[in-house]
């Protein structure tokens, strides 16, 4: 069980997260209504927001230290948040702002923080393996750290996410994969496109152990995460965990959800992880004023972000060429290829 203060950075952690997603969401209905233009708004582009996954990015990273590596999806605020991702930067980013975690260019799924070794990619499964590359640095440099990769449901049939199991199984690295399952992949409910119904029993073909968290409680959380990261750091190998959680929104903003029960929206509202750890909060005899100090502090370190962000200058166009892979091409050039290097 957690300790009164692990319980208070959690239960910050994860309001922070919410509050952020909220206010996010204000902010990019701004400008793109009454005709959804994607393209308009501080906010351009795709978002995509984790309201109902903050107990299983709280519950893992709270056992988790900077040298530890984190890979995320395309829902990746909460977990960001709770390892510890420069709020600030990560916000200038998502607003596209030249100093943003990767200048403006990487937008809302594509945030990197090096100090905290901390990454997300749009690509579906994508962080899985450079997470065990990860572990199997931290293994072969005889260090403690450990690496963790999030992930939702509809990942766990991709090739990439197999194929790390095996190799995390087979040479015994410091990897824990935690699997998100919000019952949703886009529109695609999850009995639809996979075989079975507790993720985690993905860990059986490769022998190695798989838990499942069957509902998101920060505190059952907190239990496997820390079982899972522990067996890790002390060298006896990768986890799969597999935690239930709620998509409280849509799969993107603009998402008008036409495919999705009512039912399942309720479920999804009422079954709420902030208000379930606020009522642990008071079993461990945290005094209400203490949780309401809290929040706001949340909530204005959100607010703080945000403006800060809102205040920063967007990259000069003539910048788009730096920090890529290939350089703009020649002149004359078709554009296929990148210019001479
Ligand atoms: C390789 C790849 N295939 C397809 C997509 C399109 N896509 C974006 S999100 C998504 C569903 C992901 O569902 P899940 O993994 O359950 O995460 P969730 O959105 O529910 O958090 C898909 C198919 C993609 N980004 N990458
Ligand atoms: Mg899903």
């Not at 209905?29 to 009454?34: F, V």
């Amino acid at each position: 069980m957690p300790s009164a203060t692990e319980l208070q950075t959690m239960y910050e952690n994860m309001v922070t997260a919410r509050h952020y997603e909220e206010r996010l969401q204000e902010e990019y209905l701004e400008g793109k209504q009454p005709a959804f233009d994607i393209s308009a708004g501080p906010i351009p582009g795709e978002l995509h927001l984790a309201a109902g996954h903050e107990a299983s990015g709280a519950g893992v990273c709270i056992h988790l230290r900077d040298d530890d590596t984190v890979t995320a999806p395309h829902r990746p605020h909460h977990v960001a948040i709770a390892k510890g991702v420069d709020l600030k930067r990560m916000t200038a980013e998502i607003f596209g702002r030249e100093t943003g975690l990767c200048r403006g260019k990487g937008g809302h799924m594509h945030l990197f923080d090096p100090e905290v070794n901390f990454a997300c990619s749009g690509i579906i499964a994508q962080g899985v393996p450079p997470a065990v590359g990860a572990a199997m640095a931290a293994k072969k440099r005889n260090t403690d750290a450990v690496a963790v990769a999030f992930l939702g449901e509809g990942a766990i049939d991709q090739g990439g996410f197999l194929e790390s199991l095996n190799l995390a199984s087979v040479h015994d690295l410091p990897v824990v994969f935690v699997v998100e399952d919000n019952d949703w992949a886009i529109s695609m409910p999850k009995d639809r496109v996979t075989d079975v119904e507790n993720g985690a029993q993905r860990a059986d073909g490769f022998d190695l152990p798989g838990v499942r968290v069957d509902s998101d409680d920060a505190l059952a959380v907190y239990d496997s995460a820390r079982e899972a990261v522990g067996r890790a750091r002390d060298g006896n190998g990768p986890t799969l965990l597999e935690v239930q959680v709620h998509r409280r929104m849509g799969h993107f903003m603009g998402d008008a959800e036409g495919y999705r029960p009512d039912e399942d929206v309720d479920r999804a509202t009422h079954r709420d992880s902030i208000t379930r750890l606020e009522a642990d909060l008071a079993k461990y005899g945290v005094a209400d004023e203490d949780v309401a100090e809290l929040r706001s502090r949340a909530e204005e370190r959100v607010e703080e972000a945000i403006e800060w962000a809102k205040d920063q200058p967007e990259p000069e166009p003539e910048t788009a060429y730096e920090d890529v892979f290939t350089n703009p091409p020649a002149q004359g050039d078709a554009g296929v290829r990148g210019g001479e290097q």
